[in-house]
């Protein structure tokens, strides 16, 4: 005997609480006319994910409960569904100050609640934070349940997200649910991505699988949320460890198995090729679409377009994530700009098919330093008149945002960030960041898988040295190290969380990381002000790095 299993890896949208029912109902109804047995959605599908504070207001976790009792059970006849929402423990309020909710997978069938599955295990670390909206389930309370699927009853294994990634925690949830009894696992789950999670995932429970002998269900969550990405890459091992579901990265898929109930096994199915620059591209497009459309306030994207490699990878991936005709690049050339870059930007912009438009900040910034000159004298040209230009040049850009209601989308990379190359309320500033979770390292070696097939950004943007062309023949290097030897020593910093000396004992010069720390450590204030990002690395700047701006830590 065999059951058929939908995989409904959907895109819910964190408050649309009765659309997202809606969307539910309307994959278990059409699962149900096509006769499957078992549709599975992400955790949380129902309030969308994170939800963050918004657990804190009564009228949001009611209305949860409510679409799950009235739009989503009734389409459960004749179907069983495994479903992620908030439920309240008890009645009354919801307090501000303790954690009264549960995390849980619903288990509907025929019109009723089977089960209600809480989850053991909550994240308090980077990114999450659920100890302060949920009340963890026991190990006494982990236990499969016994779940009526075409005519029969067999023993599920339920489990949400985290629930899975036990390695820190004293309770093993998956071990247990298989040590009493689970004929097989289902895991909602809404995973963050990060690079490499997927091959994190699929390693982790293919070890479950082999220790065990029961095959798996994993559904994740896919879409953008504020800096989250969620890849979904949903996937589905048999009991012999075989992959027999795979679902599409990146996108929405409603992925249908067969499983066979003699001996746990079904057809194995091919995964694609993996590519770390696919991914990073992939991720970025999507949050970027999701914030842009999702929110509905902005009717385009403007970016100011310099000529270099940065503002022609954020251009790109605007025109991919919400199309070219809603896209405008704006060359805005100083005295400094040379004319190779303005070429450079206007081939870029036709290529990607994107408006162009340029607006000299020439004159504004010789008017401007003509003014200043009143107020402060007659000193030499320095690192303030560069970063007027800048901060001219933004002025023109959120003059478009206003103007014509678009976005403004900043540029600024992870190495510039960590060394705060970057000029405060000039291209710091905007509506989003797009490459501020890539080293300008990482972000040479997509914008050449970009270019894989044909030129796409300009050669000639990818071969010359980086410059923000502020002053006479300037060059990143003039005031950065070289980006092959400032990246790594950035990421041992921020993502490794290593001291100066643990860092110079791993063999880099002393004199490169105290200038690099040096850097780093001066730009935290700036920091603390930067426009949203896209997280695409275990650690982002932005909600999971929790670093004080004032603070004396030397390393």
């Known amino acids: 005997m065999a059951i058929s299993i939908v995989i409904a890896q959907i895109n819910p949208t964190v408050g649309a609480i009765k659309k997202n029912a809606q969307i539910v109902a309307d994959v278990i109804r059409k699962a149900r006319e096509m006769e499957f047995d078992l549709v599975v959605f992400p955790e949380m599908v129902i309030t969308g994910y994170p939800t963050n504070d918004l657990l804190f207001e009564d009228s949001f976790v009611a209305e949860n409960e409510r679409v799950v009792d009235e739009v989503v059970l009734p389409e459960t006849k004749g179907i069983t569904v495994i479903l992620g929402c908030v439920r309240r423990e008890g009645s009354g309020p919801v307090p501000p100050d303790e954690p009264t909710l549960r995390n849980c997978a619903a288990v509907l069938a025929d019109g009723k609640w089977i089960a209600q599955v809480n989850k053991a295990l909550l994240p308090n670390y980077d990114v999450f934070d659920e100890k302060r909206y949920f009340i963890p389930a026991s190990a006494d309370e982990i236990a499969p349940v016994e779940i009526p699927i075409a005519g029969r009853t067999y023993k599920v294994g339920v489990e949400v997200c985290e629930d899975l990634w036990d390695e820190h925690y004293d309770t093993k949830v998956t071990k247990l649910l298989c040590e009493r009894g689970a004929e097989f696992i289902v895991n909602i789950s809404a995973s963050p991505f990060y690079v490499g999670k997927s091959q994190e995932r699929e390693k982790l429970v293919r070890r479950i699988v082999e220790a065990y002998k029961v095959p798996f269900i994993y559904c994740n969550m896919v879409g953008g949320q504020d800096e989250l990405v969620f890849d979904g890459r949903s996937f589905a091992l048999g009991s012999d460890s075989k992959i027999i579901a795979s679902a599409a990265a990146f996108e929405q898929e409603i992925y249908v198995i067969e499983l066979d109930t003699e001996k746990w096994i079904g057809e194995p199915v091919d995964t694609p090729p993996y590519s770390r620059e696919h991914e990073i591209l992939q991720a970025h497009i999507l949050n970027l679409r999701d914030y842009f459309f999702k929110q509905g306030i902005f009717k385009g994207i403007a970016v100011g377009l310099s000529g270099g490699i940065d503002s022609a990878y954020t251009a790109y991936v605007a025109a991919q994530a919400i199309g070219p005709d809603k896209v405008m690049c704006v060359a805005m050339p100083s005295k400094f700009t040379s004319r190779e870059s303005l070429d ?13 438009k340029v607006v000299s900040i020439k004159d504004m910034f010789e008017s401007g330093v003509a003014s200043f000159a009143g107020a402060f004298g007659d000193t030499p040209f320095g690192l303030a008149e560069e970063n007027d230009q800048s901060r001219f040049r933004m002025v023109i850009l959120m003059k478009i945002s206003q103007k014509f209601g678009y976005m403004v989308c900043t540029t ?80 041992l910093v921020v993502e490794s969380h290593l001291s100066k000396a643990q860092i110079v004992e791993r063999g880099y010069d002393k004199a490169l990381v105290d200038k690099v720390y040096d850097l780093y450590k001066k730009s935290e204030f700036k920091r603390g002000q930067l426009p949203l990002s896209i997280k695409i690395s275990k650690k982002a700047y932005g909600v999971g790095r929790r670093i004080p701006i004032t603070n004396l830590w030397h390393g």
């Open 412 to 491: 600024g990379n992870k190495s510039e960030i960590s060394t705060g190359y970057f000029t405060m309320f000039g291209d710091g500033s905007g509506g989003k960041n797009v490459p501020g979770d890539l080293y300008k390292t990482e972000l040479y070696q997509v914008v050449r898988y970009i270019n894989r097939e044909r030129e796409i950004i300009p050669r000639s943007i990818v071969d010359k040295p980086p410059t923000a062309e502020l002053r006479e023949n300037q060059k990143d290097t003039d005031s950065l190290p070289p980006y092959p030897e400032l990246d790594p020593v950035i990421k």
């Open 344 to 356: 450079d930007a206007e081939q870029c912009a036709k290529n990607i098919g994107a408006e162009y």
